[in-house]
């Protein structure tokens, strides 16, 4: 049976869409009480596409419009790819493949230069071209034990918002401090929605924290009880924190400090931080912090090789000289000469080559090129140009973008 893949803009293509993604992701329920209209503003128009096996709705893909922020702080267009997924009869003969590289082809017309996704598996996306290009930790803290330095500065004024005021402040808020980082994204409209959404669907306490003057706020935490069964007596009372938006020093020292200073509370648990996160710094006792996991976040396919080496930023006075190869893309496959002062397209012969998936990996700094080479990701017949390409590549800050989608 042939496959056909459409765009979808009916709404009730659109709900089947979603429940398809439901059904495939298999922990997720079915969408139930969306008011009518309510999933066109879930969704990015003319993004949603669906395949159809004669005639039935078997696959669905999604991606937002966005923008992501390379090293050097160039903000680069962005699709944020999410809500992938083939329905359990129809997986493994091709449907996904034909949905991404249909995406991918949609993403190149479209002039984006990356995109970017989260992975429920480790070993789905790289035969696409997708790369691990940014990844967060979670850090447990045993608040009784997590006295701060003396040299910690107080940090501002944080209070509690209502949920009904957050949803006007909170993305006013990260629209105003958008980090400089790599690997920073936009929260779109239809991601605030999205998380509203699943919010006020899900039972429970939960709490939203802003950092600053009222009208001024600079950062934000959500967070919430969890194990909250034997709550009273409980020697363990926890939270987690779900999102922790702290761009400025004093929000971040003004947040951590009202969060640790809870009362009841035992045990804070920070869901995602970046890896170069200073907190067992802050602490008297570095080990009242604990990183119990570390996951890969980004996901990044380079939709247009040329333009997203050239929008980074290099550091040092080295040269190196990188071919690229993407077979589905094939204006990608080309060679690059790379210094501190930027990057030309060149006939040279390259010294190192690489596939669109370990560029992926590379382009925020969040890997390194001999880490690439170990793996066979990344060739080369000098290995002194490893050296060079890693110094050029170096960023100050670990990629991160804090947010899933
Ligand atoms: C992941 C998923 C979308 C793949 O769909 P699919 O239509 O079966 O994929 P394809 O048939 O196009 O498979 C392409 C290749 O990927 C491999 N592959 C697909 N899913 C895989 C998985 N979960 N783990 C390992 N390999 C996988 C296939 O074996 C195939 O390999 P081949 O090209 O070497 O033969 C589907 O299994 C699914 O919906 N899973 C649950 C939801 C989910 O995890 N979605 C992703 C959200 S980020």
Not at 1 to 17: F, G, K
Not at 372 to 375: D, F, P
């Given at each position: 049976?042939?496959?056909?893949?459409?765009?979808?803009?009916?709404?009730?293509?659109?709900?089947?869409?979603a429940?398809?993604?439901?059904?495939?992701?298999?922990?997720?329920?079915?969408?139930?009480?969306?008011?009518?209209?309510?999933?066109?503003?879930?969704?990015?128009?003319?993004?949603?596409?669906g395949?159809?096996?004669?005639?039935?709705?078997?696959?669905?893909?999604?991606?937002?419009?966005?923008?992501?922020?390379?090293?050097?702080?160039?903000?680069?267009?962005?699709?944020?790819?999410?809500?992938?997924g083939?329905?359990?009869?129809f997986?493994?003969?091709?449907?996904?493949?034909?949905?991404?590289?249909h995406q991918?082809?949609?993403?190149?017309?479209?002039?984006?230069?990356?995109?970017?996704?989260r992975?429920?598996?480790?070993?789905?996306?790289?035969?696409?071209?997708?790369?691990?290009a940014?990844?967060?930790?979670t850090?447990?803290?045993?608040?009784?034990?997590?006295?701060?330095?003396?040299g910690v500065?107080?940090?501002?004024?944080?209070?509690?918002?209502d949920?009904a005021?957050?949803?006007?402040?909170?993305?006013?808020i990260?629209?105003?401090?958008?980090?400089s980082?790599?690997?920073?994204?936009d929260?779109?409209a239809?991601?605030?929605?999205?998380?509203?959404?699943?919010?006020?669907?899900?039972?429970?306490?939960?709490?939203?924290?802003?950092?600053?003057e009222?009208?001024?706020?600079?950062?934000?935490?959500r967070?919430?009880?969890?194990d909250?069964e034997?709550?009273?007596?409980?020697?363990?009372?926890?939270?987690?924190?779900e999102?922790?938006?702290?761009?400025?020093?004093?929000?971040?020292?003004?947040?951590?400090?009202?969060?640790?200073?809870?009362?009841?509370?035992?045990r804070?648990?920070?869901?995602?931080l970046?890896?170069?996160?200073p907190?067992?710094?802050?602490?008297?006792?570095?080990?009242?912090a604990?990183?119990?996991?570390?996951h890969?976040?980004?996901w990044?396919?380079?939709?247009?090789?040329?333009?997203?080496?050239?929008?980074?930023?290099?550091?040092?006075?080295g040269?190196?000289?990188?071919?690229?190869?993407d077979p589905?893309?094939?204006?990608?496959?080309?060679?690059?000469?790379?210094?501190?002062?930027?990057?030309e397209?060149?006939?040279?012969?390259?010294?190192?080559?690489?596939?669109?998936e370990g560029?992926?990996?590379?382009?925020l700094?969040?890997?390194?090129?001999r880490s690439?080479?170990?793996?066979g990701?990344?060739h080369?017949?000098?290995?002194?140009?490893?050296?060079?390409?890693?110094?050029?590549?170096?960023?100050?800050?670990a990629?991160?973008?804090?947010?899933f989608?």
């Open positions: 049976m042939t496959t056909e893949i459409r765009v979808l803009n009916a709404e009730d293509d659109l709900i089947s869409a429940n398809v993604f439901r059904a495939a992701m298999v922990g997720f329920p079915p969408l139930s009480d969306l008011q009518p209209g309510q999933i066109t503003k879930l969704l990015d128009p003319g993004r949603t596409i395949a159809f096996v004669g005639g039935k709705l078997a696959g669905t893909a999604d991606a937002v419009t966005s923008t992501l922020t390379l090293p050097g702080g160039a903000i680069v267009s962005h699709a944020a790819v999410t809500h992938i083939v329905l359990p009869s997986t493994r003969k091709g449907i996904a493949t034909g949905l991404v590289q991918l082809r949609d993403f190149a017309a479209r002039g984006e230069v990356v995109a970017t996704l992975a429920s598996e480790a070993t789905i996306y790289e035969r696409y071209g997708y790369g691990v940014s990844s967060f930790q850090v447990e803290i045993q608040t009784a034990r997590a006295a701060f330095r003396s500065p107080t940090g501002g004024p944080v209070r509690l918002l949920e005021e957050a949803w006007d402040a909170l993305p006013r990260y629209d105003a401090h958008r980090p980082r790599p690997g920073t994204i929260r779109p239809v991601w605030w929605q999205g998380l509203r959404l699943r919010s006020e669907s899900t039972p429970g306490a939960r709490y939203i924290a802003v950092h600053g009222p009208g001024n706020e600079s950062g934000f935490a967070y919430r009880p969890i909250t034997r709550w009273f007596v409980s020697d363990q009372r926890s939270i987690v924190v999102d922790f938006f702290a761009p400025t020093s004093e929000a971040y020292v003004g947040l951590l400090r009202f969060l640790l200073g809870l009362d009841l509370i035992d804070v648990v920070f869901w995602m970046p890896l170069d996160d907190l067992p710094w802050l602490l008297v006792d570095r080990r009242a604990r990183v119990t996991a570390v890969d976040e980004t990044l396919r380079v939709v247009d090789a040329e333009k997203a080496l050239a929008a980074r930023k290099y550091a040092g006075t040269a190196v000289t990188i071919a690229v190869n589905l893309l094939p204006d990608n496959s080309a060679s690059f000469a790379i210094t501190g002062d930027g990057v397209g060149t006939n040279q012969r390259a010294q190192i080559r690489v596939g669109i560029l992926g990996a590379q382009l700094g969040g890997t390194t090129w690439l080479a170990a793996a990701l990344a080369t017949e000098d290995p002194a140009a490893l050296d060079v390409a890693d110094q050029l590549f170096a960023v100050a800050d990629p991160y973008s804090g947010t989608f």
